[in-house]
């Protein structure tokens, strides 16, 4: 190995550390709220206990600050756009109603995107709801299993996504993520530090780094031929880095997700977190 | 894809991601971005000053 390939493995080391330890930062305060999320929450009130969690953690930047969603809106079956209907809402949690929370922090210049999927207290365990949500979370796991071969080989991320969403429906689910921004079933973290990192937060939301990163991948995929920072149907090579996956899935009134990063670098594809929710061993 | 006199076309592989699809995403990000800045910006601000009423 030449010293150069060395360092450059070093500095790939470092920033795949980086990553990991700000998926570390965004797990521990989404699974320290987790928890404590009770019917008769608020969505609002529970985005402000996951950023008070940040604040702890010193978090000043985000690609997007904490989403909460309950009961039906974990589908995004609303009309309009997806940034203003996302938004934490007044929307009460009921008893047997599954939850969605979703946080992206940027810690010491790394992004990070996690999010868990739960289900209220207080149904009783023979519930319809419980059974419905166990199969999600089985699904998603399920699929996080396959993503490793599957991100591995595929041809293009537009195949790797038909892939995703044929198994998805195949399984008897609805696909959900296909109804983000960009349609995306994950997008990429690398590039980061960048020229906007450490842009002031502006309300509550996707935020500038968030826009301006991706914006910025898109006009460079175009001029120059840059990798696609996204994952969705029309991605044209095939899958290269770091990318936080979101699967997302619904059957009824029901939604889970889960949001984890992979990581596809030469003949290495792995998660950074093997497990549903699970630690993140980098 | 076979041809009707038996030559097998060339695979063609995209390099670009459709244009106009980017496009608009694009156009509906920023102006997502904006909607959702002028909803909360206000909020949050108010918030804020509450908090710092409170103390």
Not at chain 2, 4 to 33: H, K, M, N, Q
Request: overall charge neutral; glycine content about 12%.
């Amino acid at each position: 190995m030449t010293g150069n390939g060395a360092s450059s493995n070093g500095l790939r080391a470092a920033y795949v550390r980086g990553i990991a330890s700000a998926q570390r930062v965004a797990r521990e305060a989404i699974l320290s709220v987790a928890p404590s999320v009770k019917p008769g929450d608020t969505e609002r009130a529970v985005c402000e206990r996951l950023e008070r969690e940040f604040r702890r953690a010193k978090v000043a930047h985000w690609l997007h600050t904490p989403y909460a969603w309950w009961g039906e809106r974990t589908r995004f079956d609303w009309t309009g756009m997806w940034e203003t209907n996302a938004l934490p809402s007044d929307r009460v949690l009921l008893e047997g109603e599954s939850f969605v929370l979703d946080a992206a922090p940027i810690v010491d210049g790394y992004p990070a995107d996690f999010a868990y999927s739960g289900l209220a207290s207080g149904g009783s365990e023979a519930s319809p709801a419980l059974s419905a949500h166990a199969a999600l979370l089985a699904e998603l796991a399920e699929i996080k299993r396959s993503l490793v071969s599957w991100a591995g080989q595929a041809a293009t991320g537009g195949a790797l996504c038909s892939q995703v969403a044929e198994a998805i429906e195949g399984a008897g689910f609805d696909v959900i993520h296909t109804r983000y921004p960009a349609h995306v079933l994950a997008h990429t973290l690398e590039g980061f530090p960048n020229w906007c990192s450490s842009a002031p937060r502006l309300g509550t939301g996707f935020q500038l780094p968030l826009l301006l990163t991706y914006a910025t991948g898109l006009v460079l995929h175009h001029l120059a031929g840059a990798p696609y920072p996204f994952l969705n149907a029309g991605t044209p090579q095939p899958p290269q880095g770091l990318y936080a996956v979101e699967p997302h899935l619904g059957r009824g009134s029901l939604g889970a997700k889960f949001e984890s990063v992979l990581l596809v670098d030469g003949n290495e594809t792995r998660w950074l977190d093997p497990g549903l929710f699970g630690e993140i061993v980098g | 894809m076979t041809h009707e006199d038996g030559a097998v076309a060339p695979i063609t592989r995209r390099s670009r991601a459709p244009f106009l699809g980017d496009l608009r995403i694009l156009l509906l990000g920023i102006w997502g971005f904006v909607r959702q800045c002028l909803l909360t910006c206000g909020r949050t601000g108010e918030r804020r000053k509450g908090r710092h009423d409170l103390g």
